[in-house]
């Protein structure tokens, strides 16, 4: 019983914080707009360990949110970070790992672009853990889009999780050895890979599916409320998520959509 009344834990995820809006980002004024409605409201983050410890319910935790940053850009370092560190937050930051290289050479305003600028660096990455508020995890090697839409044929099964260990050797040799946690490219992913991951070390895995976690729920399939699409009014969906009734009610109309999309 006491899974079910306990205390829901929204996670909320992002990929770019800018000066101007689009697709894939907040606005500088819309992510600070949203830390200082959580931090007004009472609300600490967790980091992966904690959100796990919660979900098994070996904590106990109120008023607490996951912030996440999916792709690995350089926004997230020279913008949101300050911000962050401003609420006094932190969060988790899932690297394609491929994209990084030891340093990057940029032109001024070009890494705000669509370039290979737009990410990080090792050396910035490093910084941004050494700075408290991040904490590195997975967001596979190479990110690319042939997984999708496929059944969950051998080959496939193996090239997705051959992408996967080579994100977690290469984040292993740059020296980040606590347990890792993956999002999955487009939220998209097919039961059947999840022991394969879970052989790999990793056990919490974070989707787009909308909707809020409790402790008790199936830590390999993460819901998460996509914080660049609800910028301003996001304290609507965000509080509606965090009440236990409304939170649940959410997933289940969530489920029932995305079976009807097909998505697994």
Known sequence: MLPYFSSPIPTLT???????KNSMSVTIEEFEYQLKWLKKHGYSTLSGAQFQSAMRGEIDVERAVVLTFDDGYLDNWYLATPLLEKYGMTALLFLITDTLEEQKKRAIGTWMEDGPERYLSWEEVDLMVASGVFE????THTHTRFWVGEQSAAATKLAVCQDIAASIKTLRDRGYQHELQLAWPWGYFRQDWLA?????G?????????GTNYPGDDLSVIRRI???SISKDFQFPFSLARSGPMGRALNGVANVWGGLRGRP
């Open 196 to 200: 394969d991951v879970a052989a790999m």
């Open 202 to 210: 990793i056990n919490t895995c974070y989707t787009m599916r909308p």
């Open 14 to 20: 992002y990929h770019r914080v800018l000066p101007y």
């Open 136 to 139: 590195v995890h997975t967001h």
């Open 226 to 228: 996509n914080g660049d």
